[in-house]
């Protein structure tokens, strides 16, 4: 199984910083990665797929970078609405893997 | 638009078995393959299970497999999750989701907790 491990696990950030939080894959998975976005007790919203591309709808300031087993998905800004938990996942061999996650929280 | 509707959740003993069901509309069923995903109280996501667009090819995460299947009724838009000899750790929210790669539109869940 390809393992996807996130950095860091908790990321504490203020209202206007840029964030960055990384993905590491065990194995390449060229560039079918994707990220999520997910705010407590609601289900996870696709921002990024294949590793740099931004789902429709999503704003550009969030953006997504590498390929291969190095993955960084950039937030600029950060506003209230960013503060949530965000995960990477790769498409590329099943099993289908997520990595643990990313808590941005309010410093 | 795309809408998933999960039901079927639920308190169960261990042991037992419960069916969850996922509702699709708003978008050609039987174009996409589609997943579960689950979610346990505060953990990360775990992908279960997916079934290709016509249902006849279905693949599962080792901790269920041989325990849960997946099935689809392309006529009734509708997706299942038939879930068998349930232990505690299958305690979690399920998720449906369609996929054309990434996973791009997801149900709102479905709790299952699995307690004697």
């Known amino acids: 199984d390809i393992q996807m491990t996130q950095s860091p696990s908790t990321l504490s950030a203020s209202v206007g910083d840029r964030v960055t939080i990384s993905c590491r894959a065990s194995?390449?998975?060229?560039?079918?990665l994707a990220w999520y976005q997910q705010k407590p007790g609601e289900a996870p919203k696709l921002l990024i797929y294949k590793a740099t591309s931004l789902e429709s709808g999503v704003p550009s300031k969030f953006r997504g970078s590498g390929s291969g087993t190095e993955f960084t998905l950039t937030i600029s800004s950060l506003q209230p609405d960013d503060f949530a938990t965000y995960y990477c996942?790769?498409?590329?061999?099943?099993?289908?893997?997520f990595g643990g996650g990313t808590k941005v929280e309010i410093k | 638009q795309v809408q998933l509707l999960e039901s079927g959740g639920g308190v169960v003993q261990p042991g037992k078995s419960l069916r969850l069901s996922c509702t699709a509309s708003?978008?050609?069923?039987?174009?996409?393959?589609m997943h579960w995903v689950r979610q346990a109280p505060g953990k990360g996501l775990e992908w279960v299970a997916v079934i290709s667009r016509d249902g006849t090819i279905t693949n599962y995460a080792d901790p269920v497999k041989g325990r849960f299947t997946v099935s689809r009724d392309n006529s009734k838009n509708t997706l299942y999750l038939q879930m068998g000899s349930l232990r505690l750790d299958d305690t979690a929210v399920f998720y449906c989701?369609?996929?054309?790669?990434?996973?791009?539109?997801w149900g709102q869940g479905a709790l299952v907790t699995v307690s004697s």
């Open positions: 708003g978008f050609t069923f039987k174009n996409y393959d």
């Open positions: 194995q390449t998975i060229s560039s079918w």
């Open positions: 989701t369609r996929a054309l790669g990434p996973f791009d539109y």
């Open positions: 996942q790769q498409y590329y061999h099943s099993p289908l893997t």
